[in-house]
């Protein structure tokens, strides 16, 4: 019986090709910009800029959920079901929660980066200054990583498969 289990079962060989590590002071120094960024806005403009930058957050992930999941149900039904909203740094959004293809990755955060900033440069007529640049602050703030991400992985083959962690991004080849 155990060497039927053997000959039959089917087993998925990956080979890691590259690791792009996030430290924890690359992580924490992440961390204090929106800090420096609402001083400055603060500042700047005016003291109810908190307001405003508090408000973004929700509105900014929200750009971005709509957008990523719009994109996925464009490319598959399929990969839909692997993306989960997450509150890990420096993966704050919705993000794949298992393997994901590279490309699907690309075309998800591609799509919603420039489309973000396109709706965020379309609401600018008719939001308050403060509210357009907490937006857009916490928008690239979001992207940040997944682009820093992309920009690691941009010489590696389009084939791969990509695991998120804590701490770091894997990027493997079956």
Aim: hydrophobic share 50%.
């Amino acid at each position: 019986m155990p060497e039927d289990t053997v000959t039959n079962a089917t087993f998925y060989q990956y080979r890691l090709l590259k690791k792009l590590l996030f430290p924890k002071a690359l992580i924490m120094s992440y961390l204090t910009i929106p800090f420096i960024w609402l001083a400055a806005e603060m500042l700047f403009i005016s003291w109810t800029s908190i307001f405003f930058f508090i408000l973004s957050i929700p509105v900014a992930l929200w750009i971005q959920y709509v957008i990523s999941r719009s994109v996925l149900i464009v490319v598959s039904q399929v990969n839909r079901k692997r993306w989960k909203f997450s509150l890990h740094l420096p993966w704050i959004g919705y993000m794949p929660d298992q393997f994901i293809s590279y490309a699907v990755f690309r075309r998800v955060h591609y799509h919603s980066a420039w489309m973000g900033f396109c709706i965020i440069a379309i609401l600018i007529p008719w939001s308050p200054v403060s509210f357009t640049f907490s937006l857009f602050f916490w928008y690239l703030w979001l992207m940040t990583p997944r682009l820093f991400a992309l920009i690691g992985l941009r010489d590696q083959p389009k084939d791969g498969m990509l695991k998120f962690n804590e701490q770091d991004l894997s990027y493997y080849k079956q």
